[in-house]
């Protein structure tokens, strides 16, 4: 099922009370008795939220429960001492935070192991300007480092050693 009401609109219980402008135009004795009780039933009692092991066991499936397990394992003896609501934030940053750092490194080593050469077609391809040059630089008169037509577009393979 794809919500909460069955495809039924949900009704709200609390009647024209739920806005102060009604409410301040006048309510009758059984009104006011009635918004009361409504007030007083939207508390929650002192045992709750309830917390239920077996409805967390249901919910998860066998992947999700193996991946998991490392920083579960780790941050269960912290929840007495953070709470149950730090402890999870915690747990939750901590899991964002070592898939930021694998997402990086694997950009890392792909980026440095993996680039584009003459040997292959597949990889990064990083092409490199030149420093522009102008009036007034120490080195203005620079002269371009290519200066055979195998120095374009060798893709490393002048510096091979084969």
């Known amino acids: 099922m794809a919500s909460d009401t069955g495809g039924v609109k949900p009704m709200s219980i609390q009647g024209r009370m739920a806005r102060e402008r009604e ?7 059984e009104e006011r008795a009635w918004r009361k ?22 919910r998860l499936n066998p992947i999700r429960k193996f991946y998991r397990y490392p920083l579960d394992t780790l941050f269960k003896p912290l929840v007495p001492v953070l709470g149950e609501y730090r402890a999870g934030f915690a747990r939750y940053l901590t899991g964002k ?3 930021a750092v694998i997402g990086i490194y694997t950009g890392f080593y792909y980026f440095k192991y993996h680039t584009n050469d003459w040997t292959t077609r597949t990889g990064w391809r990083v092409i490199k300007n030149r420093r522009s040059v102008v009036i007034g630089d120490a080195e203005y008169p620079k002269v371009s480092d290519r200066s055979l037509p195998s120095d374009y577009a060798s893709r490393g393979f002048k510096d091979s050693p084969i």
């Open 23 to 29: 409410r301040l135009i006048g309510m009758t004795d």
């Open 37 to 58: 009780q409504w007030v007083k039933d939207q508390e929650l009692s002192p045992n709750e939220p309830r917390h239920v092991p077996e409805l967390i066991e249901a």
């Open 97 to 99: 935070f070592l898939i």
